[in-house]
C-alpha cells in the first residue's frame, strides 16, 4: 500500500502527457493563451502613449483590450469544459462520481455516512489503480526564457515540461547546465480564475468610465487598470513558480500605484505605502518559499513538477513543511489574513471600482490561488489529511472571525465590505486548510461576483452622495432613490450571507461540509475549531451585512446632497453582478440536491469536474487520500438558519431602533453602557420574563454582545496592539537597553563599544576626506584604482 | 611596421590626456584634454582594423568620432552654464558634492 | 603628403623602402604628436593649448593615413579640425578665457595626476610590448577604401548607425537646453 501513492503519480504523469498532447492538437486556444494577458499588457502602452489625445481618453483602447481577453478566456472555458466533459464521458470518472453520488447519505447517520465514504474511497481508489483517464490535466506551453550550459544538455532539459525531474545535467566539464522555461499553464484552475477576472475587470472598465468622469489622472487609471489586468492574467496562466513571482509581484505595485490614485492627499498614499511594505514583508516568504520548492524539486520552478514531485513523496514531508509556512506568509499578506490584513481596509482608499477589481475579486484571492496552485505543497507540508487543525485552517478560521468582528463597527461602508472581504478570504484558506479544495476555490469563484457586486454597489451609493462612504452621516433611506442600486446590494449580500439559492449559500456550505465534523460529511479530517469559527462567520456575515443595509438603504435620510440613481454605466455592471452573483452557485450543486429536485444526475457538481486539477485529482485515493466531503442536508439549514436568524435580530434591532427615532444609527443612553448589557447577559434567565425581552435578546445578547465588547476589543487590539506592536517592540528593547547598561555594561564593555564606536567615527572622518567634490579627485582614484587593478590582473595572470 | 608602435603612441597619448584631465583647472582645457583621450582610441581601433585587415576598425573609429562631437557640445553647454553661472569655469570650484 | 602616402600604401605589397619611408614619416609625427600633446597639457596659454590640440588633431590624421584609412583620416580633418576645435575655440571665447599667459590652469598638486598618468602609461606599455611584442602589419596591407567603409557602415553596422544619429540629435537638443538663456 505504502507503493501505491507512488505508482498513482507515475500514471498520472503518464496520462497528463497523452491528454497533454491529444488536447494540444485540438486547440488553438491553448496554445495562444499568452494572447489573454497580452493583449491588456499592449493596451497599457496604447494608453499610456496616445491616451489623452483620443475622444474617450484612452479607455476606450483598454475596454477593447479586456473584451477581447474576456471572450478569449470564455472560448478557452467552453474548449476546456468540452475537454473535460469528454474524458469524463470516455473515462471512468462519471461512473465514479454516480457512485459518490448515489451512496452520499443525504443528512443520514453518521454510520451510514462513514459507509459512503469508504465506498467513495475505494471506488477512487479503483479508478486511480488501473491508471484511467486523469480528468482536466494541465495544458502547457513552455518557452525555454534562459539556459546555460550547452545546447547538447538544454535540448534534453527544459523541453518537454510535462516531464518530471529536469535535473541539471552534467555537461561533463564539472559544471551544470540548466534551463528555464516560461509559459503558459491552463487547467481548470486557471481557467476558472481567467473567467473570473477578464469578467469582472470588463464590467469595472465599463463602471468606471462613469465613476472617474472627469477624474484629472482618467487616462493613468485606466492605464493602470490594464496593466493589472495584465498582471493578473500573467500569474493565472503561469507555468512556473518564477512567472508566480514575477505576476504576484505586478499586481503589487498596480495595487500600489492605484490605491494611491488620488495621492494628492496624505491619507491615500499612506494607503499606498501600507498596502506596498505590508506585502514586502509577505514577498519574503514567497522568495524563500519558491527558493525550498526549486531545490527541493531537483532545481525546477515548473509547478506541475513541484506538484507531482510533492505528491508523489519524492520531496521530504519536512522539506515540503518549510516552505508551505514560508508560502503561508505571503498569502498571509496578499490575501489579507490576520494578522497582515492591516493594509486591505486601508487600501479602501483608493478609487471605489479598483476595491471592487483588485481588492475585493481578485489580487486579494492571488494568496488563494497560489495556495491552490501548489495545493499538493500544502497538502502534504501541513499534514491536513486526517488532521484536526493546521497552521492555514487555524488563521483562516481566526481572520474569518476576526475579521467578521470588526465589520461591525464601521461607520464607513467600504470599510464593512473591506472586512467582509477579509473574513470571506478567511473563509477561503480555512477551506483550503481543511482539505476542501474545490469548496474553497468555489467560494472564490462566487465571492469574486457578489463581492464585485456589493463595492460596485457603494461606489454608486457614494456616486450619489457626495463621494462620502459614512453610513451614519450622509445615508439612510436611498432605497427611494436608487431602487437599482438597492436591489442589486441586496441580491450581493444575500448571496454573500450564504442565504439558499444564492451562490454564496453554495459555497460556504461546501466550506462548512469540507471540515468534516457534521455527522455524515465525511471530509478529510476533523476539524472542529475551524469548523466552530465558520459557523459563527456565518452568523456573523449575515448580522453585519444587515446592519449595512440598514443604515444606507433603510430608515431616513440623514445626508444632505439630493440622492439619485446612477447611470447606466454603472447600473448595468451591477444588473450583471447580481445575476452572476444569483446563478454561479448552480453550477456546483451537491449531487443529493440535483436529484432530489428532479435534475439529471450529470448536472452536480459541474465546476468540480472542471476546475480540479490534474495534480489534486492525481492524489484522491492515495493512502492518505484526498476525499470529497458529502454535502449534509442538516448543515445546510442549520447555517442557513443560523445566518436567517442573526440577520433578522438585526433588522429587529433598528426596526425598533427607527421606531423611537427615525433619524438614530445606534442606541444610546436610553440602553445603557455596555456593562451593563453584559451584566444582563449574565442574568439572562431574568431577562427573559421581561417585557423587552425581544428587545433585550436582539440588542444586547446578540447584537450588543458581538458589536460591543467583542468587536470593540477586536477594533482596539487591530488598532492598539497590531499597530503599536512595532513601537512596542522599540520601546522595549529601548528598556532592555537601558537595564543592561545600568547593571552591566558600565566597565569593560562600555570601553570597548566606545572605542569601536570612535574608531568608526575616525574612519568615517578620514574617509570624508576623500568627499571633497572635486572631480579631479574622482578622476583621479578612478585612473588610480583602475591602474592598480590592471597592474595586479597582469602580475596576477 | 610593427603594430605596437602605433598602440604604443597611441597609449602615450592617452596617458598625457589623463594627465591632462587630472590637472588643468579650466573646463575648456578638460575638454581638450578629453579629446586627445577619444583620439587615442581611435589609433587604437584604426591599427587593429588595419592588422586584421578589416574594415571594422575604421567604422567604429568614425561612430567615436561622432560620439566626440555630441560630447564636446553638451560638454562646453555645461562648461557655458557653469561660467554663466559662477563667472569662472575653475572646475575645483564645482564642488558641490563634497561630503 | 597624404596623396604620397596613399601611393605608397595602395598597390600590392609595398617595397622595402617604401616601408621605410612610412616608417619615417611615422616617427617624425608621433614625436611632433607626443611634444606638441605634453604642451597642450601644460601650457599656461588656454589659445595656445587649443593650436597644439590643432596639431595632435593633423598628426593624428596622418596617422590614420599611413594605416591606410583614408576615410577617418579625412573624416577627422572635417570633423575635428573642422568642426570640434572652432567649438573648443569658441568656448575660449565665451569663458573669456585670458588671452595670454595664465599661471592659474593648473592645480597645485600636478604631480599625484603625473604619477597616476605615468603609472597608468607603464602598465598599459609593458603589456603592450607583452601582448605584441613582435606582430607587424601585413607587409601587403592595402587601404582600406571609403567604398568599403559606407558598403560595411549600411549593412552590418546601420541600427549602430542610426542609433548614433539618434544620440547626435539628443546631444543637439540637449546643448540647446542646457546652454540657452531662460
Keep these: ?797 | 611596421m610593427f603594430i605596437n608602435q602605433f598602440l604604443i603612441f597611441a597609449a602615450v597619448l592617452f596617458c598625457i590626456g589623463v594627465y591632462g584631465v587630472l590637472t588643468r583647472k579650466n573646463g575648456v582645457l578638460v575638454l581638450m584634454s578629453i579629446e586627445l583621450i577619444l583620439n587615442a582610441v581611435n589609433i587604437n581601433l584604426v591599427a587593429f582594423g588595419a592588422l586584421h585587415q578589416h574594415v571594422a576598425g575604421q567604422v567604429f573609429a568614425l561612430f567615436v568620432i561622432a560620439v566626440a562631437a555630441a560630447e564636446v557640445g553638451v560638454g562646453l553647454a555645461i562648461v557655458l552654464l557653469i561660467y554663466r553661472n559662477r563667472r569662472s569655469i575653475n572646475v575645483a570650484e564645482a564642488n558641490l558634492l563634497k561630503g | 603628403m597624404i596623396h604620397l602616402l596613399a601611393q605608397e600604401a595602395s598597390p600590392g605589397a609595398m617595397s622595402d623602402t617604401g616601408i621605410w619611408i612610412s616608417n619615417i614619416f611615422f616617427y617624425v609625427i608621433a614625436a611632433v604628436a607626443v611634444v606638441a600633446a605634453l604642451k597642450l597639457v601644460t601650457t599656461a596659454n588656454v589659445v595656445h593649448a587649443a593650436l597644439y590640440l590643432l596639431v595632435v588633431l593633423s598628426a593624428v590624421a596622418a596617422t590614420y593615413v599611413i594605416l591606410g584609412a583614408e576615410f577617418a583620416a579625412a573624416t577627422q580633418v572635417l570633423v575635428y579640425l573642422g568642426a570640434i576645435m572652432v567649438l573648443l575655440l569658441f568656448g575660449v571665447m565665451l569663458t573669456r578665457a585670458r588671452i595670454g599667459a595664465d599661471s592659474d590652469l593648473d592645480h597645485e598638486q600636478r604631480w599625484i595626476g603625473g604619477l597616476v598618468a605615468a603609472g597608468l602609461g607603464a602598465v598599459m606599455v609593458y603589456s603592450l610590448w607583452e601582448g605584441f611584442g613582435s606582430d607587424k602589419l601585413p607587409a601587403d596591407m592595402q587601404p582600406q577604401r571609403t567604398q568599403m567603409v559606407s558598403d560595411e557602415i549600411f549593412s552590418t553596422y546601420i541600427v549602430p548607425f542610426e542609433a548614433l544619429s539618434v544620440l547626435l540629435l539628443a546631444a543637439l537638443i540637449g546643448a540647446v537646453v542646457v546652454a540657452r538663456r531662460d
Excluded at chain 1, 573 to 594: D, H, Q, T
Design chain 1, 1 to 797: 500500500m505504502s507503493q501505491l501513492p507512488t505508482l498513482l503519480a507515475g500514471a498520472g504523469v503518464f496520462a497528463a502527457e497523452e491528454t497533454a498532447e491529444a488536447v494540444v492538437a485540438q486547440s488553438w486556444l491553448y496554445d495562444n493563451a499568452w494572447l489573454v494577458f497580452t493583449l491588456p499588457s499592449a493596451s497599457f502602452l496604447l494608453i499610456l502613449l496616445f491616451g489623452k489625445r483620443l475622444p474617450f481618453k484612452g479607455a476606450e483602447i483598454g475596454i477593447a483590450a479586456v473584451s477581447t481577453s474576456f471572450i478569449l478566456a470564455l472560448l478557452t472555458a467552453f474548449t476546456w469544459i468540452g475537454d473535460v466533459q469528454d474524458q469524463i464521458a470516455h473515462g471512468g470518472e462519471g461512473e465514479e462520481h454516480s457512485l459518490v453520488v448515489t451512496d452520499a447519505g443525504l443528512g443520514g447517520t453518521a454510520g451510514e455516512a462513514a459507509e459512503s465514504v469508504a465506498v467513495a474511497l475505494t471506488a477512487e481508489a479503483e479508478e486511480g489503480g488501473h491508471g484511467g483517464d486523469v480528468r482536466g490535466a494541465p495544458v502547457i506551453n513552455e518557452v525555454e526564457w534562459f539556459g546555460i550550459g550547452t545546447d547538447a544538455n538544454r535540448a534534453v532539459l527544459g523541453t518537454d515540461a510535462n516531464q518530471p525531474n529536469q535535473a541539471p545535467a552534467d555537461d561533463g566539464h564539472g559544471g551544470s547546465s540548466f534551463s528555464i522555461p516560461i509559459g503558459t499553464q491552463v487547467d481548470g484552475q486557471s481557467v476558472m480564475l481567467l473567467i473570473v477576472v477578464t469578467t469582472v475587470s470588463l464590467l469595472v472598465h465599463i463602471y468606471s468610465t462613469d465613476y472617474v468622469h472627469g477624474d484629472r489622472r482618467f487616462t493613468h487609471y485606466f492605464a493602470f487598470l490594464s496593466l493589472f489586468t495584465a498582471s493578473m492574467l500573467f500569474m493565472v496562466l503561469a507555468s512556473s513558480t518564477l512567472q508566480l513571482i514575477v505576476g504576484w509581484e505586478l499586481v503589487g505595485v498596480c495595487s500600489f500605484v492605484l490605491i494611491g490614485h488620488w495621492w494628492e492627499e496624505k491619507p491615500n498614499s499612506d494607503a499606498a505605502l501600507k498596502a506596498f511594505l505590508t506585502n514586502r514583508v509577505g514577498d519574503i516568504g514567497l522568495l524563500v518559499g519558491i527558493t525550498v520548492l526549486y531545490f527541493a524539486a531537483d532545481r525546477s520552478f515548473s509547478i506541475n513538477t513541484i506538484n507531482e514531485m510533492a505528491t508523489s513523496g519524492a520531496i521530504e514531508r519536512s522539506t515540503l513543511t518549510i516552505a508551505a509556512v514560508c508560502l503561508m506568509a505571503a498569502v498571509m499578506s496578499k490575501s489579507g489574513q490576520f494578522i497582515l490584513h492591516t493594509w486591505l481596509p486601508d487600501a479602501m482608499a483608493g478609487p471605489t471600482p479598483v476595491s471592487a477589481l483588485i481588492h475585493a475579486a481578485t489580487m486579494v484571492v492571488a494568496g488563494v490561488y497560489m495556495i491552490g496552485r501548489l495545493y499538493p505543497v500544502f497538502y502534504e507540508g501541513f499534514g491536513i489529511a486526517g488532521g484536526n487543525i493546521n497552521l492555514m485552517a487555524f488563521i483562516g478560521g481566526l481572520t474569518t472571525v476576526g475579521g467578521g468582528a470588526l465589520a461591525f463597527v464601521q461607520r464607513d461602508i467600504k470599510k464593512v465590505l473591506a472586512y467582509s472581504t477579509v473574513s470571506q478570504l478567511g473563509y477561503m484558506v480555512l477551506a483550503l486548510g481543511v482539505g476542501a479544495y474545490t469548496a474553497g476555490m468555489f467560494h472564490l469563484f462566487t465571492h469574486a461576483f457578489f463581492k464585485a457586486c456589493l463595492f460596485l454597489g457603494a461606489g454608486s451609493v457614494s456616486h450619489a452622495c457626495h463621494h462620502s462612504f459614512d453610513m451614519k452621516a450622509d445615508m439612510g433611506g436611498l432605497r427611494k432613490y436608487m431602487p437599482i442600486t438597492f436591489t442589486t446590494f441586496i441580491i450581493g449580500s444575500l448571496a454573500l450571507a450564504g442565504i439558499p439559492p444564492l451562490a454564496g449559500f453554495w459555497s460556504k456550505d461546501e466550506i462548512l461540509a469540507g471540515a468534516g465534523v457534521w455527522p455524515g460529511t465525511g471530509g478529510n479530517g476533523t476539524f472542529t475549531i475551524p469548523f466552530i469559527f465558520g459557523l459563527i462567520t456565518a452568523a456573523m456575515t449575515a448580522a453585519y451585512m444587515t446592519r449595512a443595509i440598514w443604515l444606507t438603504f433603510f430608515g431616513d435620510y440623514r445626508g444632505h446632497a439630493h440622492p439619485h440613481e446612477s447611470g447606466p454605466r454603472i447600473t448595468i455592471p451591477l444588473i450583471v453582478l447580481a445575476g452572476l452573483a444569483v446563478v454561479v452557485g448552480f453550477l456546483n450543486m451537491p449531487s443529493p440536491f440535483v436529484s432530489a429536485i428532479g435534475l439529471p444526475s450529470s448536472w452536480a457538481h459541474k465546476f468540480e469536474d472542471w476546475v480540479e486539477p490534474e495534480g489534486v485529482a492525481s492524489f484522491v485515493g492515495g493512502e492518505n487520500g484526498f476525499t470529497h466531503a458529502s454535502p449534509s442536508l442538516s448543515l445546510a439549514i442549520v447555517a442557513t438558519l443560523l445566518a436567517a436568524g442573526a440577520g433578522a435580530s438585526v433588522w429587529l434591532y433598528y426596526k425598533r431602533l427607527y421606531a423611537r427615532d427615525p433619524k438614530a444609527t445606534e442606541y444610546t443612553a436610553e440602553t445603557g453602557s455596555i456593562m451593563t448589557q453584559v451584566g444582563a447577559l449574565a442574568v439572562g434567565h431574568k431577562v427573559l420574563e421581561e417585557k423587552y425581552y425581544l428587545d433585550h435578546l436582539y440588542t444586547d445578547v446578540i447584537v450588543g454582545g458581538t458589536k460591543g465588547p467583542v468587536a470593540r476589543a477586536a477594533y482596539w487590539t487591530n488598532q492598539n496592539i497590531l499597530d503599536r506592536m512595532v513601537d512596542l517592540v522599540g520601546t522595549s528593547s529601548v528598556a532592555v537597553g537601558r537595564f543592561v547598561y545600568k547593571f552591566i555594561d558600565q566597565g569593560a564593555v562600555d570601553g570597548a563599544v566606545n572605542a569601536s564606536g570612535s574608531l568608526a567615527e575616525a574612519f568615517g572622518q578620514i574617509l570624508r576626506g576623500v568627499q571633497t567634490g572635486q572631480i579631479r579627485q574622482y578622476a583621479t582614484l578612478l585612473f588610480g584604482a583602475a591602474t592598480v587593478l590592471v597592474a595586479v590582473f597582469i602580475i596576477a595572470v
